[in-house]
């Protein structure tokens, strides 16, 4: 009866993070691997212009530390309010990536996240999923 609240991964949530990753292959099939984040950046936004995707790029997040503004953080991107897309091209995807991200939904306040690495032979290998 009391049971904890689920975070449900709705068929909504799906078909978007699939269109985010479906442009990501597309940049990364043009473009290829190894170039530096900026330029897979700013291939993603054409393509999501493109696709019709709304999209924040780098929206700045404030830092709080005890009430106090320490800074900003500055995300990829947010995609239609929903899904917070962090952009990486590393030759190995580590722990520390995924902490950030992690740490970017929670301050966030959202729910769904990818990780993209555009420095694999194929983007579906770089690519990670985090539902909260």
């Given at each position: 009866?009391?049971?904890?609240?689920?975070?449900?991964?709705?068929?909504?949530?799906?078909?978007?993070?699939?269109?985010?990753?479906?442009?990501?292959?597309?940049?990364?099939?043009?473009?290829g691997?190894?170039?530096?984040?900026?330029?897979?950046?700013?291939?993603m936004g054409i393509?999501?212009?493109?696709?019709?995707?709304k999209y924040v790029h780098q929206p700045k997040v404030p830092a709080y530390y005890k009430g106090h503004l320490l800074g900003e953080y500055r995300v990829d991107f947010l995609?239609?309010?929903?899904?917070?897309?962090?952009?990486?091209?590393?030759a190995t995807l580590l722990p520390v990536f995924d902490a950030q991200l992690l740490t970017?939904?929670?301050?966030?306040?959202?729910r769904i996240g990818l990780l993209l690495n555009f420095n694999t032979p194929v983007l579906r290998d770089g690519t990670r999923r985090f539902v909260l």
């Open positions: 009866m009391n049971e904890p609240q689920r975070h449900r991964d709705t068929e909504e949530h799906r078909a978007l993070t699939g269109s985010i990753i479906a442009a990501g292959i597309e940049v990364h099939r043009h473009m691997a190894g170039l530096l984040e900026p330029m897979y950046g700013s291939a393509e999501f212009d493109e696709r019709g995707i995609v239609e309010d929903t899904v917070v897309v962090e952009i990486k091209s590393v970017y939904l929670r301050i966030m306040n959202k």
